[in-house]
Each structure stands twice: as C-alpha cells, then as structure tokens.
C-alpha cells in the first residue's frame, strides 16, 4: 500500500519569528521526521508569532485543517499561558493531540550590559529604571525575565517586548536595551563574543530541573537562593515544570488516529 504521506506536503507552523533558537530547534528536527515518516514527505515552514505562542495554538485549535498535514510547535508559553489563565487563549489544552518534544531540560541565565557597570547583586540593585527586553508577554524568555527582576529584587524595571530573539541580542548590543534573560546554550552559540571579550555581566541562572548544573555557567548563583518565602520556591517550583514540557509539536483536534500514530512514531 502506497504511504500516506507520500507525495505530501506537510506545513509546520512556528508560533515564533525566525532566527531564533525554537527555530533552529525546529530545524534540526525537520530532517529527521522527513526521514522517519513513511512516504518522506515535504516539510514547509510557517511563522505565525503573536503572543508567546498563543497565535499559533489557537489557530491550529480553531482554524487548523485535522488532515495529518498542519503540525504546529510551540513554546513553553502554550502551557504556561493556558494554565494560569492568561488573556488571549483560545484553546484547550486536553483537546490538543500531541507529538512529543526534543528538548525539555534548560538553562536560563540574567545578563546585563557590562559598561552599565553593574558587575554585582547589590549595584544591580541599586540600579534604577532597568530596561529588560523580550519577544512578547507570555513568552519563556519574557517570563523567566520577570522572574529574574522579582527574585533580585530590581529597583523599578520597565520590560520592554516586540522583538525576535536575535533581535533582542543586537537592541542590548545597541544600548536600545539593558538585559535580558537568556537561554544558556544559546549565549554560547549564538553570542559567544559576551564571554570571549566580556561585553556582558552573568548575574544569576535558573536550573531546569533544579540540580542540574550548566558546565558553562556553574559559578552563577541559582535563583532560588534569592527565594524569601515558601510562596516564591513553589512558584519556581511551578514554572520549572512548564518548562521541562519543552517545545511540543502538536496537532489539531479531530486527527485521524492512523496519521497522529504515524507522526508521533516518527517524532519518537
């Protein structure tokens, strides 16, 4: 019997801008379900960013055609954001059909710009009016951004959003912004020249799982050792399991359960 997928196009929509690491995540997957589903089908991609995620999972909830053709990966933020309730989710997340996802454990780091002169906690601190970039409000960088600024206790910090992730990197580069949040692994990849010629001052890292320590960035201090009551450690403790969910690929309700088998056999 000739596969299903074969001759296909399949289209993965990215709730994100390119450029960024989801995307190069996703890239590194895409070869391999190509391979690994039967028929080797056409991959296309398509970026619908809007609201850490929650564009792209409300339309593959609301308007994605349920064929075994439209998958979708989307961040952290399409837990987190359905779970606490924020404005603007549209969808269900029991009614999802999921496909697995190829990561889940992370390394979050706080970096300010180094001529600001902030080379400690207590200047840090002492600094006033912090401008913190990010993507969007509901995004993992912009809330492990929040958290950062709460657990160090920042002095009137101004979030600034609207960027791609490479976007945030050159506005912090050109003085338009302050500090970030920031994947670990991708200072390493994508900036290195922050730690080759000290552009930037490390202030703190999260640990996803707690424990787990990054051989890069083992000397920052972890977050929950700012933790002042039960109440914040819980809060860590809550927003480091939406992040172990990693990035899913997901599918629309109302797949056929052939084709759902057959991508979540490719993904595995």
Known sequence: QTPFYQGKTITLIQGRDPGGTGDGRVRAVVPYLKKYIPGNPTIVVEYMPGGGGRKAANFIYGSGR?????????GVGLIANAVLGEPGVQYDLNKLIYLGTPNSASHYVFVTKRDLGLNSIEKLRAYSGLRVGGQAVGHD????????????????????????????????????????????????????????????????????PKGDKHPRFSNLPEIETFARSEKERKLLAMQRAFRLGGSPYILPSGTPKDRADILREAMR
Do not use: C
Request: hydrophobic residues 50%; charged residues 25%; glycine residues 8%.
């Open 66 to 74: 349920p064929d075994g053709l439209t998958i979708a990966n989307v």
């Open 141 to 208: 960088i912009y809330f492990f951004g929040r958290l950062f600024a709460w657990f160090l206790d920042l002095k009137n910090p101004r979030f600034v959003t609207g960027y791609s992730g490479p976007e945030v990197d050159m506005a912090l580069m050109r003085g338009e912004l302050d500090a970030r949040a920031q994947i670990a692994d991708s200072v390493l990849q994508r900036s290195p020249e922050w730690l080759e010629k000290g552009l930037m001052d490390f202030h703190a890292i999260v640990e996803i």
